[in-house]
């Protein structure tokens, strides 16, 4: 069956959508993760967050009809995208944001897409067009221009090397996540219950580090930190992982992961909203280059 013009044009609109409201939701996620910082362990604050996620994807999975029933070969993706995409990957980001200020994980993050590229051509051999990769570099040219008179503008901070090394580190566990996501579709798993599933087991995997390592399980329960783990939690994970993963499959994951490069300009735009940050010619420069960018990865042709 051919698709219509009409299905054609609601299924880009569609898409466009979701890049819509993950680039927004992510895009307050940095500022909703501050509020994290000090009341508990990093490790912590992500196992609350993708526990409760995990309950919730898997009510969304049943109210959509979707069964959570997975069999093997979906299984084992499961686990290696929850290791990656949200035991690892959101690990790091938390541990980062300790250490360096958030515009410099976002100059990081921008890199998802290029990197995304770079594993499924050496994992997969999935070779993306020309346009893919000119639109992620453009990206992470965009946001570094962005996010220069920030990263000038107040300093990197203490514990510098080890702050980028853990957002490089969380940069890679996502596109690995975004790997055993794809091999979870090939194995034919539903993207709702694969994504409860793959929370669930990176909550019990970063749990049992946890354990192991010692870490305090002590939270200071105070209203903003309960706030943002709702937030976090229910908008910024289940929402956004459901729409994320779904446009990736549709789509394909380049797109997808260009959100990440989308998120910095509107994590900007709430810092000048509720911290007074102010940002001159260059940043507006620096948006140009991020949304040229999606546009090279919207008609690059899916690999």
């Given at each position: 069956m051919t698709s219509t013009?009409?299905?054609?044009?609601?299924?880009g609109l569609a898409g466009y959508s979701s890049v819509a409201i993950c680039a927004v939701v992510w895009g307050t996620t940095w500022y909703a993760i501050t509020f994290q910082l000090g009341a508990a362990d990093p490790?912590?604050?992500?196992?609350?967050?993708?526990?409760?996620?995990?309950?919730?994807?898997?009510?969304?999975?049943?109210?959509?009809?979707?069964?959570l029933r997975l069999n093997r070969k979906q299984h084992l993706a499961a686990v290696g995208q929850g290791a990656f995409a949200f035991a690892l990957s959101y690990y790091?980001?938390?541990?980062?944001?300790?250490?360096?200020?958030?515009?410099?994980?976002?100059?990081?993050?921008?890199?998802?897409?290029?990197?995304s590229l770079g594993v499924f051509r050496i994992l997969s051999n999935q070779k993306a067009g020309a346009a893919s990769w000119i639109g992620a570099l453009m990206g992470v040219a965009g946001v570094a221009v962005l996010s220069w008179g920030e990263v000038a503008g107040k300093g990197l901070g203490d514990d510098v090397a080890a702050g980028i090394?853990?957002?490089?580190?969380?940069?890679?566990?996502?596109?690995?996540?975004?790997?055993?996501?794809?091999?979870?579709?090939?194995?034919?798993?539903?993207?709702?219950?694969?994504?409860?599933?793959?929370?669930?087991?990176?909550?019990?995997?970063l749990a049992a580090y946890a354990l192991i390592s010692g870490r305090s399980w002590h939270i200071e329960w105070s209203q903003s930190y309960i706030l943002?783990?709702?937030y976090l939690s229910l908008v910024g994970s289940v929402v956004t992982f459901g729409l994320y993963f779904s446009l990736a499959r549709s789509k394909g994951y380049a797109l997808a992961a260009y959100i990440s490069a989308l998120t910095p300009p509107i994590a900007m735009l709430v810092s000048v909203i509720f911290e007074g940050a102010r940002f001159g010619l260059l940043a507006l420069a620096g948006l140009v280059?991020?949304?040229?960018?999606?546009v090279f990865i919207a008609r690059s042709p899916k690999p």
């Open positions: 013009p009409a299905s054609s044009s609601s299924a490790a912590v604050s992500v196992i609350l967050r993708f526990g409760i996620a995990a309950v919730g994807m898997a009510i969304v999975a049943k109210l959509f009809n979707q069964p790091f980001v938390y541990a980062a944001e300790e250490r360096i200020a958030s515009a410099v994980v976002a100059i990081i993050f921008a890199a998802l897409t290029f990197i090394a853990f957002g490089f580190i969380a940069v890679f566990a996502s596109a690995m996540g975004n790997w055993f996501a794809w091999r979870g579709q090939r194995a034919g798993a539903a993207v709702l219950p694969a994504t409860a599933w793959a929370m669930a087991y990176g909550t019990l995997i943002s783990l709702a280059f991020v949304l040229a960018g999606q």
